[in-house]
C-alpha cells in the first residue's frame, strides 16, 4: 500500500498556488515583479507536483505490474502502461505536461513562463485525477 500523503500535499499546493494565480482581482492589484513571484510560485509547483506525480504511477505499476514491467521504459510508455491500468486518461496530456516540465528546467523566459503557468492548470485536474485513481487503486 502506498502512502500518497506526498501526492496529496504536492497536489493541495499546486492548487492553492493557482486559486492565487487564477484570482484576478487580486492579480489585477499586483506590480510585474509581484506578479512574476506568484506565477514562479505556480511554476515551481507544477513542476515539483509533476514529478511527484509520475513517481507514483511508476510505484504504482511497480507494486501491481512488478518492476520489471515498468523498469527502463520511456516515459511514453510509462503513461501508456498507466493509462491501460486507468490511473490516467491522456497520454498525450501527460506527454505534454512532460514536454513543460523539461522546458521549465532548461529554459526560462516569457513566453515559456506563460506557457507553463497555462498547462499547470490542467495538470491540476489531471494530477488530482491520478491521487483519485491510486486511491481506488491502493491495496
Known amino acids: 500500500m502506498l502512502n500518497l500523503s506526498a501526492l496529496a500535499k504536492a497536489n493541495t499546493s499546486l492548487q ?6 487564477q484570482d484576478n482581482n487580486f492579480i489585477s492589484k499586483l506590480n510585474d515583479k509581484q506578479f512574476h513571484t506568484i506565477r514562479a510560485g505556480v511554476i515551481q509547483n507544477f513542476e515539483f507536483t509533476y514529478e511527484v506525480s509520475w513517481k507514483f504511477i511508476k510505484r504504482w ?9 515498468v523498469d527502463g521504459v520511456s516515459r511514453r510508455q510509462l503513461f ?10 491522456d497520454v498525450e ?6 514536454k513543460y516540465r523539461n522546458l521549465t ?3 526560462y523566459d516569457e513566453n515559456t513562463a506563460k506557457e507553463v503557468a497555462n498547462i499547470a492548470i490542467d495538470f491540476a485536474v489531471a494530477s488530482a485525477a491520478l491521487l483519485i485513481a491510486i486511491e481506488t487503486r491502493n491495496e
Open 61 to 69: 505499476l511497480d507494486n501491481n505490474l512488478g518492476a520489471t514491467e
Open 93 to 98: 496530456a501527460w506527454m505534454t505536461y512532460h
Open 80 to 89: 501508456r502502461i498507466a493509462a491501460e491500468h486507468q490511473l490516467i486518461e
Open 105 to 107: 528546467s532548461h529554459t
Open 16 to 21: 492553492e498556488s493557482l486559486d492565487v494565480f
